[in-house]
C-alpha cells in the first residue's frame, strides 16, 4: 500500500502520505488538498476491504459517491483507473480552489423544517440547495452576503449550521472549475461500471463510463441530490450498506432514510474485519458501498 500512495502522490502532485498522516487540520482544509485525500483514502480502503477493486465491483451490487466520492465511485467500479480518478480530482481541488478564492460564497446546512418551505425561501434568498441530502438536510449555498441575509430570516422550525468549507461547491459559481477539469477529462478513457452506479444528478443507474464521465465534470457546478441516490438504493432492495472513510456522515443519513438497512462506516483499519463479514453475511442479497462527501 506504501508504494501505491507514493505512486497515487506522484499522479496527484501531493505529498498524500504526509497529508494523510502529519499534517495538520489547516493543511487539510484546503479543498485541493482535501479532495484528492478523500479520493485515496476512499480507494485504498476499498483495495483493503476486497483485496483489489475489481473485485469491489464484482461484489457490491451497487456503488454510489457523494459530491467528490463520485471519483472514488468510479475509481472502483473501473470507470477511471485509480490513476485517472486521481488527476482528474487533483484538478478538480486546483480548480474549485481557484474559483472559491474568486468571491465571497460559501455553504449552510439547513437542518430540519417543512422541505417545501425551505427550498422556498432558498429561492428566494437567490441560494443553490447545492446538497440535498434527505433526512430533513439540506446544504445552501451561496454568496456571504445571501446566506447572511437568509441566516437573518431563516425558514419556520429550521436549524442553520455553516460550512467549514471554501466556497459554494456544486453552484454556478464553480463553472471555472468545470471548464478545467473537462479540458482534463478529454484524456481519459472511461471504461462502462462492472456494477450498478449511480450518479448524484438524479440517483439513476448510469451504464455507460461516458456519461458517468460527463456527469463528474458538470457536478462541479450542479446540486447533489444524495436523496434520490438514497430512493434508488431502496428501490433496488439493498440490505446492507458500507461506507469507505473517512466515514459517518452518509450511514448517519442511511439510518433514517433506510430502515432496516444494515449499515457500517469504515472509519479505521479496526473496521474492516468487520466490514468484510458484512459483506459475507450478505452475499446473495443486495450490497451497496458509498463514498464520501466533500
Known amino acids: 500500500?506504501?508504494?501505491?500512495?507514493?505512486?497515487?502522490?506522484?499522479?496527484?502532485?501531493?505529498?498524500?502520505?504526509?497529508?494523510?498522516?502529519?499534517?495538520?487540520?489547516?493543511?487539510?482544509?484546503?479543498?485541493?488538498?482535501?479532495?484528492?485525500?478523500?479520493?485515496?483514502?476512499?480507494?485504498?480502503?476499498?483495495?483493503?476491504?476486497?483485496?483489489?477493486?475489481a473485485t469491489a465491483a464484482d461484489t457490491a451490487d451497487a456503488v454510489a459517491g457523494h459530491s467528490v466520492g463520485e471519483f472514488t465511485a468510479a475509481g472502483i467500479t473501473g470507470v477511471l483507473t485509480p490513476e485517472e480518478a486521481l488527476s482528474l480530482v487533483a484538478e478538480r481541488g486546483r480548480g474549485m480552489a481557484e474559483a472559491s478564492a474568486a468571491a465571497d460564497t460559501g455553504m449552510t446546512a439547513v437542518l430540519g423544517g417543512d422541505r417545501d418551505e425551505v427550498l422556498a425561501a432558498l429561492a428566494a434568498a437567490g441560494l443553490t440547495a447545492a446538497n440535498d441530502?434527505?433526512?430533513?438536510?439540506?446544504?445552501?449555498?451561496?454568496?456571504?452576503?445571501?446566506?447572511?441575509?437568509?441566516?437573518?430570516?431563516?425558514?419556520?422550525?429550521?436549524?442553520?449550521?455553516?460550512?467549514?468549507?471554501?466556497?459554494?461547491?456544486?453552484?454556478?459559481?464553480m463553472a471555472p472549475a468545470v471548464q478545467r477539469v473537462q479540458e482534463a477529462a478529454r484524456?481519459?478513457?472511461?471504461?462502462?461500471?462492472?456494477?450498478?452506479?449511480?450518479?448524484?444528478?438524479?440517483?439513476?443507474?448510469?451504464?455507460?463510463?461516458?456519461d458517468y464521465l460527463d456527469l463528474?465534470?458538470?457536478?462541479?457546478?450542479?446540486?447533489?441530490?444524495?436523496?434520490?441516490?438514497?430512493?434508488?438504493?431502496?428501490d433496488l432492495g439493498v440490505s446492507a450498506l458500507i461506507e469507505l472513510p473517512p466515514a459517518g456522515t452518509l450511514?448517519?443519513?442511511?439510518?433514517?432514510?433506510?430502515?432496516?438497512?444494515?449499515?457500517?462506516?469504515?472509519?479505521t483499519p479496526d473496521d474492516l474485519d468487520r466490514a468484510r463479514e458484512l459483506v459475507a453475511e450478505h452475499a446473495g442479497t443486495t450490497a451497496a458501498s458509498e463514498g464520501r462527501s466533500r
Open 1 to 53: 500500500m506504501a508504494e501505491r500512495f507514493e505512486a497515487w502522490s506522484k499522479v496527484a502532485g501531493l505529498d498524500l502520505v504526509r497529508y494523510g498522516t502529519t499534517a495538520d487540520a489547516e493543511e487539510i482544509r484546503d479543498t485541493a488538498v482535501a479532495q484528492p485525500l478523500l479520493v485515496s483514502a476512499g480507494l485504498a480502503a476499498a483495495t483493503s476491504l476486497f483485496g483489489d477493486l
Open 133 to 173: 441530502n434527505g433526512s430533513g438536510q439540506i446544504v445552501a449555498a451561496g454568496t456571504a452576503e445571501q446566506l447572511a441575509a437568509f441566516a437573518e430570516n431563516p425558514p419556520a422550525r429550521a436549524r442553520l449550521r455553516p460550512l467549514s468549507v471554501a466556497g459554494a461547491f456544486h453552484t454556478e459559481h
Open 187 to 210: 484524456g481519459a478513457a472511461p471504461a462502462d461500471p462492472r456494477t450498478r452506479l449511480l450518479t448524484n444528478r438524479d440517483g439513476s443507474v448510469v451504464a455507460s463510463g461516458r
Open 216 to 234: 463528474l465534470v458538470s457536478q462541479i457546478s450542479s446540486p447533489v441530490r444524495w436523496d434520490a441516490c438514497t430512493a434508488t438504493l431502496a
Open 251 to 267: 450511514t448517519g443519513l442511511a439510518k433514517r432514510a433506510l430502515r432496516g438497512v444494515e449499515t457500517l462506516a469504515v472509519k
